[in-house]
């Protein structure tokens, strides 16, 4: 079992990301675990760059230890990403092997010129070659009947699922 | 006037935030008169402090002051009745209240005080980066930097202690990191106590002019002299005999540990976490110093603990000291950035390799959709040709989008520089700008001193009801006759205007920008995440769309007025994201082709 894991949390202003670490954080407490975050926001306007880096420690000894709230580029074993052009942003704290959790919402940044030799989001997204989950979750949501607010949290359970994680961490309630 | 201190249980509070941890710190250490002007990374600790006032009866008294001066004298005073006091600004604040707290440790202060300001090295939550720990120095105040919500928390019990053992205030410096960190914080049980507030007069303390103020400030050495001796809050840990010692304070503090585990260099090295950063306790130092071969100092900034240890250290200890010669002295110093200065520097391959970054697009500050100041700029672009406008810009969401002012330097920089300008610009055309927020925090000031000065200036005032970037506080233009205010003060003339109509702006600033003397353009429009009554109505009823047929593609609405709920599809069409549109109806209003349908199903409000 890994002794902790990693996971960044990117996405635009508005989605709701700091109000998802919260739940998470209340969650894995509530399974006995411990939790560190550190939350960026992107200055008080809807669309900025918004992340958060989180660390659920699984186990007692890393708990305990004195730990950064950031994260070191190259360590992530989770990108949860709730757009498409801020997942991409983030991949630098990915290795070859993190996976990647990926919302099919897209937003260019508003008021930027496209540069003409920029590849298109699709192309970026179809050269990955890490572990990659890319879906609709926003429509997965409205076709629950749950709000917007719970995209993260279905980024969340997907990425535990699929790492095997479920028999140590129960998935999240929407 | 008395209070009684909450009694509460000990319990555990779960995920605290540092601005929260400081709310229920100081709410449970009974504190009875709370301070601030709001800023970003701090912003956080003053709702959550009403919240819990409201909820626990705490009778707390809030200041909720318009700018940090005056915030800063409200404390002190406050304190000097002997009530716990905690005083909140953000870093760039602290120059404001700079002048009342040179003086503060001079006359001392009776109910604990605490200070706590909001630093944001690599300006992740605020528009610049500047150290303001040489004012730890300047007003000679202890200076402590928590590094966690639990270490906030117990440093406002503990701090307000010391603060009364002192009769000083205490400063409480914490990084946008940490305010915005989360972690479980366990809270402590309080002992109810009773406090009678009463202000005793004794002229030698507070009246400090000429000889007193100079007896004063040779009192406040001494007793922080005596304070570096008799006081040391660190931490060691790793060997006390090794020959290496590291030194880290704030942010630097939380990374070590875990830099430590991927440097075998580092691994035995001492640790000193400063707490407790100034004074700089020499005594407790000394025996942990003084064998050393070397010593790196690890901090952000301008590097004020090494300063501090090469000055009053000279010639005492034999140590290398190194710090600001390995670690830049701007921006936030993640903790990546730290691994691998020190990686390189003990030659020691760095042990992560992340994959490639992509050429992504910065996402470029914006308006918000619906914001008033999305117009205010249009009209103000549309009414002075390009070549020739200067636009003075302000701190505070008009700022947002860069580039569209032509500087933005501090509060009221917009009308302070321009005045300055006027003079020598008149084959240009100059206006200056700024938020209702700016405007009372000082912005008054400036415009009576353009009055008196005789300066020939268009100054527009982007009143958006609100304190808008700091949290929604109210603003104090709902509550001023702020139009008999500015005539008071003998401005020329005083124009309203909505910023929801910028055609009517356009022409006003075109007609004030060719007469003479000061002249204020109050531009009124609600913030589009505080909808007024208008903005309710309009989103409830109005779906506009943009008519391909019509539109000729002239980029206005999407380039010139920059909404970020027009975009490009596929087919190069603009179009309006109606999950976005905050139906504001500045784009129907300023399509020159008459391309934009509101899409009323009412008719209009």
Same mark, same amino acid.
């Given at each position: 079992m890994k002794q902790e894991l990693r996971i960044l949390i990117a996405g635009v202003g508005g989605q709701g990301i700091h109000g998802f670490v919260r739940v998470l954080q209340q969650a894995m407490t509530e399974q006995g675990y411990e939790f560190i975050s550190a939350r960026y926001k992107g200055g008080a306007q809807s669309l900025g760059s918004v992340h958060a880096e989180c660390k659920i420690f699984l186990s007692a000894a890393q708990a305990n230890a004195q730990q950064s709230s950031q994260l070191i580029p190259g360590t992530l074993d989770i990108l949860l990403g709730l757009e498409r052009w801020e997942t991409l942003r983030f991949l630098p704290f990915c290795h070859a092997n993190t996976l990647i959790v990926a919302d099919t919402f897209t937003e260019f940044p508003p008021g930027t010129k496209r540069s003409k030799d920029l590849p298109s989001i699709d192309t970026y997204f179809a050269n990955l070659t890490n572990p990659l989950i890319s879906r609709d979750f926003i429509q997965l949501a409205q076709e629950k009947g749950w709000s917007k607010s719970a995209v993260p949290i279905l980024l969340f359970n997907e990425a535990i699922r699929s790492l095997g994680l479920t028999q140590y961490i129960q998935p999240l309630k929407p | 006037m008395?209070?009684?201190?909450?009694?509460?249980?000990?319990?555990?509070?779960?995920? *605290?935030?540092?601005?929260?941890?400081?709310?229920?710190?100081?709410?449970?250490?009974?504190?009875?008169?709370?301070?601030?002007?709001?800023?970003?990374?701090?912003?956080?600790?003053?709702?959550? *402090?009403?919240?819990?006032?409201?909820?626990?009866?705490?009778?707390?008294?809030?200041?909720? &002051?318009?700018?940090?001066?005056?915030?800063a004298c409200a404390a002190m005073g406050a304190s000097m009745t002997g009530a716990r006091t905690m005083l909140v600004m953000k870093h760039v604040g602290l120059n404001i209240a700079a002048d009342p707290l040179n003086y503060v440790g001079y006359a001392g202060i009776k109910g604990g005080m605490l200070i706590v300001v909001g630093t944001d090295p690599g300006a992740n939550s605020s528009t610049g980066e500047e150290d303001v720990h040489w004012y730890a120095k300047q007003f000679n105040l202890p200076l402590f930097e928590p590094t966690s919500p =639990?270490?906030?928390?117990?440093?406002?019990?503990?701090?307000?202690?010391?603060?009364?053992?002192?009769?000083?205030?205490? *400063?409480? @410096?914490?990084t946008g990191l940490i305010c915005h960190q989360s972690t479980r914080v366990q809270t402590h049980e309080i002992t109810p106590v009773k406090r009678a507030y009463y202000f005793e007069k004794d002229r030698d303390r507070y009246i400090n002019v000429g000889q007193r103020a100079v007896q004063n400030h040779r009192l406040l050495l001494e007793k922080m002299a005596v304070y570096a001796q008799t006081h040391a809050f660190l931490k060691v840990d790793g060997p006390s005999n090794a020959p290496l010692a590291v030194i880290t304070r704030g942010n630097t503090t939380l990374h070590f540990a875990e830099i430590q585990t991927y440097i075998p260099q580092l691994a035995n090295c001492t640790w000193i976490q400063l707490n407790g950063v100034y004074p700089l306790p020499t005594a407790a130092l000394l025996p942990l110093l003084q064998d050393k071969t070397e010593i790196i100092v690890m901090e952000d900034q301008d590097g004020f603990v090494e300063y501090l240890l090469k000055m009053e250290m000279y010639n005492?200890?034999?140590?290398?000291?190194?710090?600001?010669?390995?670690?830049?002295a701007y921006g936030e110093l993640r903790i990546n950035e730290l691994l691998e200065i020190l990686c390189a520097y003990f030659g020691v391959a760095y042990p992560f390799g992340g994959l490639p970054s992509l050429p992504i697009p910065e996402r470029l500050g914006t308006f918000c959709e619906g914001c008033p100041h999305t117009g205010s700029y249009f009209a103000i672009e549309q009414a002075l040709p390009k070549q020739e406008r200067i636009i003075g810009g302000d701190i505070g969401c008009s700022s947002l989008p860069p580039f569209r002012a032509d500087w933005l330097l501090c509060m009221n920089a917009g009308i302070g520089l321009a005045q300055g300008m006027a003079p020598f610009v008149s084959g240009q055309k100059l206006v200056s700008t700024g938020g209702d927020g700016s405007f009372f925090h000082g912005g008054l000031?400036?415009?009576?001193?353009?009055? =008196?000065?005789?300066?020939?200036?268009?100054? $527009?005032?982007?009143?958006?009801?609100?304190?808008?970037?700091?949290?929604?506080?109210?603003?104090?233009?709902? =509550?001023?006759?702020? &139009?008999? $205010?500015?005539?008071?003060?003998?401005?020329?003339? @005083? &124009?309203?205007?909505?910023?929801?109509?910028?055609?009517?702006?356009?022409?006003?600033?075109?007609?004030?920008?060719?007469?003479?003397?000061v002249?204020?353009?109050?531009?009124?429009?609600?913030?589009?995440?505080?909808?007024?009554?208008?903005?309710?109505?309009?989103?409830?009823?109005?779906?506009?769309?943009?008519?391909?047929?019509? %539109?000729?593609? %002239?980029? *206005? %609405?999407?380039?010139?007025?920059?909404?970020?709920?027009?975009?490009q599809n596929d087919l190069g069409q603009f179009q309006i994201d109606l999950s976005r549109c905050m139906r504001c109806g500045v784009c129907h209003e300023i399509c020159p082709n008459d391309a934009i349908d509101l899409g009323a199903k009412k008719p209009q409000a």
């Open positions: - | 008395t209070n009684t201190k909450l009694q509460t249980q000990a319990q555990k509070v779960w995920a *605290l935030n540092g601005n929260e941890a400081l709310a229920y710190g100081a709410l449970h250490a009974g504190v009875a008169y709370f301070a601030h002007y709001p800023g970003s990374p701090v912003n956080g600790i003053e709702p959550v *402090l009403k919240q819990l006032n409201t909820q626990h009866a705490a009778q707390i008294t809030f200041n909720d &002051a318009l700018n940090e001066h005056v915030a =639990q270490a906030l928390y117990d440093c406002c019990r503990d701090g307000f202690a010391l603060s009364e053992e002192l009769g000083l205030p205490i *400063l409480i @410096f914490v005492v200890l034999s140590a290398k000291i190194q710090g600001k010669n390995l670690f830049p000031l400036a415009v009576l001193n353009a009055v =008196q000065n005789k300066v020939n200036l268009v100054h $527009l005032v982007f009143d958006n009801k609100s304190v808008a970037m700091t949290g929604h506080q109210a603003s104090a233009s709902t =509550q001023v006759a702020y &139009a008999d $205010l500015l005539r008071s003060l003998g401005v020329a003339s @005083f &124009a309203e205007a909505s910023a929801f109509h910028p055609k009517e702006l356009e022409a006003l600033v075109r007609e004030k920008e060719q007469l003479e003397g002249h204020v353009i109050w531009v009124s429009g609600a913030c589009a995440q505080i909808p007024d009554a208008r903005s309710n109505f309009r989103r409830a009823n109005y779906a506009p769309q943009i008519d391909a047929s019509k %539109c000729a593609s %002239c980029t *206005l %609405c999407y380039e010139a007025l920059a909404c970020p709920a027009i975009d």
